[in-house]
T-cell receptor
Framework: KNEVEQSPQNLTAQEGEFITINCSYS?????LHWLQQHPGGGIVSLFM???GKKKHGRLIATINIQEKHSSLHITASHPRDSAVYIC?????????????FGAGTQVVVTP | KAGVTQTPRYLIKTRGQQVTLSCSPI?????VSWYQQTPGQGLQFLFE???????NKGNFPGRFSGRQFSNSRSEMNVSTLELGDSALYLC????????????FGNGTRLTVT
């Protein structure tokens, strides 16, 4: 069983819609990353969180350490947001420093 | 600032051969980590180097190894290639070890025939 679960696996939205991607994890962590991967493979780091909430442009990321859950929100979605979004956790405790990844959420935004 | 540079971009090797991939981090970054991405397993952590020392290692066999040089450039080596080693290999650099934003290279796509 993967220790990092993302939902949904796939998501299609119309331009302008609000999008939410969820990430749940079962291990103790020191930080959580949200990554964006476009076709062709390049990965961009969107956020690194250890508590609370961060905002960058139309993207918002939140984390609840007690519930072991994080969400990535895209407001006013645009076709250029079409990509795979990946949640990654950096382990704490015995797994300190190791990164574990979710399977990714394929997002398609249609005009 | 130049981004993370991985060479080569594409590589085709035969089963049983070995391969060395290179990663040049962003100037000033001292941590380099390596990842394997396949359609079946997704992204998996290989190892992380900081100040020329391996700090963390994922669950891969000993055929996968790496090293980091004094200028922070890193190489990873895979010996006795298997068909299942076909994957996109990504490296990422960060300013420090641990909780620091990751900057990814474009990857090396390895095909083993």
């Amino acid at each position: 069983k993967n220790e990092v679960e993302q939902s949904p696996q796939n998501l299609t939205a119309q331009e302008g819609e609000f999008i939410t991607i969820n990430c749940s994890y079962s291990v103790g962590i020191s930080a959580l990353h949200w990554l964006q991967q476009h076709p062709g493979g390049g990965i961009v780091s969107l956020f690194m969180l250890s508590s609370g909430k961060k905002k960058h442009g139309r993207l918002i990321a939140t984390i609840n350490i007690q519930e072991k859950h994080s969400s990535l929100h895209i407001t006013a979605s645009h076709p250029r947001d079409s990509a795979v979004y990946i949640c990654a956790v950096r382990g704490g405790g015995d797994s300190w420093g190791k990164l574990q990844f979710g399977a990714g959420t394929q997002v398609v935004v249609t005009p | 600032k130049a981004g993370v540079t991985q060479t080569p971009r594409y590589l085709i090797k035969t089963r049983g051969q070995q391969v060395t991939l290179s990663c040049s981090p962003i100037s000033g970054h001292r941590s380099v980590s390596w990842y394997q991405q396949t359609p079946g397993q997704g992204l998996q952590f290989l190892f992380e180097y900081f100040s020329e020392t391996q700090r963390n290692k994922g669950n891969f066999p000993g055929r996968f190894s790496g090293r980091q040089f004094s200028n922070s450039r890193s190489e990873m080596n895979v010996s006795t290639l298997e068909l299942g080693d076909s994957a996109l290999y990504l490296c990422a650099s960060s300013y420090r070890q641990g909780n620091s934003p990751l900057h990814f290279g474009n990857g090396t796509r390895l095909t083993v025939t």
